[in-house]
């Protein structure tokens, strides 16, 4: 398994922006398809974005499309999620994950970080 540990998160107001950060260890980054989840209370986990391997390919929810960029280096052994013109909506925590293989589904990603709370004030 591999381990990740987020960062970034805080209160932003409506309109803003943050940067998420994922720093990954203990295995080969770049064998690790990556994906960002988010957690709202009393809300199921629910897939934000997910980039492939050499970052080539990139997938998001319909509800941060054009709004969130995922990113990753895997010289670096980090993922980004660049998240601009935040809504209240968006408040959750957020909890990056990798899977070794293309999914959209939390439960096929098998590592997961300890999460980081991003709220948005209106």
């Known amino acids: 398994q591999v381990q990740l540990v987020e960062s970034g998160g805080g209160l932003v107001q409506a309109g803003g922006s943050l940067r998420l950060s994922c720093a990954a260890s203990?295995?080969?980054?770049?064998?690790?398809?990556m994906g960002w989840f988010r957690q709202a209370p009393g809300k199921e986990r629910e897939f934000v974005a997910s980039i492939s391997w050499r970052g080539g390919s990139t997938y998001y929810a319909d509800s941060v499309k054009d709004r969130f960029t995922i990113s990753r280096d895997n010289n670096k052994n980090t993922v980004w999620l660049q998240m601009n013109s935040l809504k209240p909506e968006d408040t959750a925590i957020y909890y990056c994950?990798?899977?070794?293989?293309?999914?959209?589904?939390?439960?096929?990603?098998?590592?997961w970080g300890q999460g980081t709370q991003v709220t948005v004030s209106s």
């Open positions: 994950a990798a899977a070794p293989f293309a999914s959209r589904d939390a439960r096929h990603f098998g590592s």
């Open positions: 203990g295995r080969t980054f770049s064998n690790y398809y």
